[in-house]
């Protein structure tokens, strides 16, 4: 039996959060379960992701290591990594499903718009993180150009949805930064008046996503037939669901994407409402932790940084559950860490690395 002198250098060795590691191994167990059904029992998909996990876990100690100083160091030459590897798909990009979204190396294929959801907050903490709050104009016009340019790239692929999490993200940390209530309700009018002049800009899919949200009878066997069918599985599974591997609707291959951005209505129907609430409760964990984390760090970059990151989890699942539930428009959100997608899985535990290595060194530092 370990001693407690070598249980804490355990601890400070691996900088390890035991009780976020333990909610992340509850729910990546989970989305392999939900994943063995969504996929008809096919074991090779579920090792798949099993492999792009245990990657994710692996990077996530590995990061959990790196000071929050060596972070700050890194993010401006990291940001324009992400910009040239975002540039490289654009010309070099491998195409699939109609976007140019990755970078295949052969051994490897990598979607850089999901690295930029850990990139972009970095550099925009790294800028603004010596600002004293509340932060100018001047110093949130550079925040939102930096956060603009890679929006942009992702847009174009096209990947709306990304691109969307992606600006969330950066203005999360410009947020956390310390904006002014007043600049902030203009800020939020500004883009509010721009929106119908962005219809004008969406490509012919994307608008029809938007108006199959307002009436999906519309066209119940073409853009509707996604949010119909996942609502009568979610719908179908009543208070306790129909049990794992036992969905009609999954089974019978009704829902479309059921293993990636639709995996939310395969859960739904074979474990029911207390399913749900408990990946809620799961989801609302480790979001709630990572705030706790964020709270207590020692200085602006890791309280930003920690801050951006928890909140874009929250982001991806709200946004995920409000489109496969019908409330949103379908873009291409994967539920995380339940969702089959290597890139996005890695990028996610590897968020969760940075949050332990904050939470390890609270100790104010001076850029």
């Given amino acids: 039996m370990l001693?407690?002198?070598?249980?804490?250098?355990?601890?400070?060795?691996?900088?390890?959060?035991?009780?976020?590691?333990?909610?992340?191994?509850?729910?990546?167990?989970?989305?392999?379960?939900?994943?063995?059904?969504?996929?008809?029992?096919?074991?090779?998909?579920?090792?798949?992701?099993?492999?792009?996990?245990?990657?994710?876990?692996?990077?996530?100690?590995?990061?959990?290591?790196?000071?929050?100083?060596?972070?700050?160091?890194?993010?401006?030459?990291?940001?324009?990594?992400?910009?040239?590897?975002?540039?490289?798909?654009?010309?070099?990009?491998?195409?699939?499903?109609?976007?140019?979204?990755?970078?295949?190396?052969?051994?490897?294929?990598?979607?850089?718009?999901?690295?930029?959801?850990?990139?972009?907050?970095?550099?925009?903490?790294?800028?603004?993180?010596?600002?004293?709050?509340?932060?100018?104009?001047?110093?949130?016009?550079?925040?939102?150009?930096?956060?603009?340019?890679?929006?942009?790239?992702?847009?174009?692929?096209?990947?709306?949805?990304?691109?969307?999490?992606?600006?969330?993200?950066?203005?999360?940390?410009?947020?956390?930064?310390?904006?002014?209530?007043?600049?902030?309700?203009?800020?939020?009018?500004?883009?509010?008046?721009?929106?119908?002049?962005?219809?004008?800009?969406l490509h012919d899919y994307q608008q029809q996503r938007i108006l199959t949200l307002l009436d999906p009878e519309r066209d119940p066997l073409g853009t509707g037939y996604h949010i119909i069918q996942s609502k009568i599985a979610i719908g179908s599974g009543g208070v306790f669901g129909k049990g794992w591997l036992n969905g009609t609707q999954s089974q019978l291959d009704f829902i479309p994407e059921r293993t990636t951005d639709f995996i939310f209505a395969v859960l739904g129907e074979e474990f029911g409402f207390f399913g749900v609430v408990l990946l809620l409760l799961i989801y609302g964990f480790i979001v709630m932790r990572g705030l706790s984390i964020a709270s207590g760090a020692g200085d602006t970059y890791s309280r930003v940084l920690a801050g951006s990151l928890s909140l874009s989890f929250f982001v991806y699942f709200v946004v995920n559950i409000g489109m496969v539930s019908g409330l949103l428009p379908v873009v291409g959100v994967p539920l995380p860490l339940i969702s089959y997608g290597g890139t996005s899985a890695v990028t996610i535990l590897a968020a969760f690395g940075i949050l332990m290595s904050i939470q390890s060194r609270r100790k104010l530092f001076t850029s």
């Fill in 3 to 201: 001693s407690k002198s070598t249980r804490t250098q355990q601890r400070h060795l691996f900088n390890l959060d035991p009780v976020l590691m333990s909610a992340l191994f509850v729910l990546c167990a989970m989305g392999l379960s939900v994943l063995y059904s969504a996929a008809s029992h096919e074991m090779n998909i579920v090792l798949r992701q099993a492999v792009h996990i245990a990657v994710g876990f692996v990077i996530l100690i590995f990061l959990a290591q790196i000071s929050s100083e060596q972070l700050f160091r890194w993010s401006p030459w990291l940001y324009l990594a992400g910009l040239a590897l975002l540039v490289a798909v654009l010309t070099l990009g491998y195409t699939g499903k109609g976007a140019q979204r990755w970078l295949d190396l052969g051994i490897l294929r990598f979607q850089p718009s999901e690295v930029m959801k850990i990139i972009l907050p970095m550099a925009v903490a790294w800028y603004l993180s010596n600002k004293p709050a509340p932060i100018s104009i001047s110093q949130v016009v550079v925040a939102v150009l930096m956060i603009a340019f890679p929006t942009w790239l992702i847009s174009i692929q096209p990947d709306l949805g990304t691109a969307l999490l992606v600006s969330s993200i950066g203005f999360f940390a410009i947020f956390l930064a310390g904006i002014t209530w007043r600049f902030l309700i203009l800020l939020g009018g500004i883009i509010l008046a721009g929106l119908p002049m962005v219809w004008f800009y």
